[in-house]
Nanobody, 121 residues
Framework: QVQLVESGGGLVQTGGSLRLSCAAS????????MGWYRQAPGKQRELVAT???????KYADSVKGRFTISRDNAKNTVYLQMNSLKLGDTAVYYC???????????????WGKGTLVTVSS
């Protein structure tokens, strides 16, 4: 089975930095778009950033200029570099990837279990 595992979450102070990683494993033929989403208590899950197979990126306005999404296709891994962290960035961050599994005819969306990022003052 295909699996996404996030890592890198933790507690940081405002203005600090954190780098999240998400590694995909299992029977994988191709990974298409990848992205990061986040959800704070009492709020809906929101898109943070996405990156296409060709490297095109999109960011939520709230993180533009502070966060950078990247991917290493050789490692089946997507990263989220978070700088100048604010209190509003506190959330569980989820990795998402559209993946065509080995021997499959169609791609599916997969989600990681999430990693908690807590920003304190």
């Amino acid at each position: 089975q295909v699996q996404l595992v996030e890592s890198g979450g933790g507690l940081v102070q405002t203005g600090g930095s954190l780098r999240l990683s998400c590694a995909a494993s299992g029977s994988i033929f191709t990974i298409n778009d990848m992205g990061w989403y986040r959800q704070a208590p009492g709020k809906q899950r929101e898109l943070v950033a996405t990156i296409s197979k060709g490297g095109n990126t999109k960011y939520a306005d709230s993180v533009k200029g502070r966060f950078t999404i990247s991917r290493d296709n050789a490692k089946n891994t997507v990263y989220l570099q978070m700088n100048s962290l604010k209190l509003g960035d506190t959330a569980v961050y989820y990795c998402n990837a559209n993946i065509l599994g080995g021997g499959s005819y169609y791609a599916m969306d997969y989600w990681g279990k999430g990693t908690l990022v807590t920003v304190s003052s």
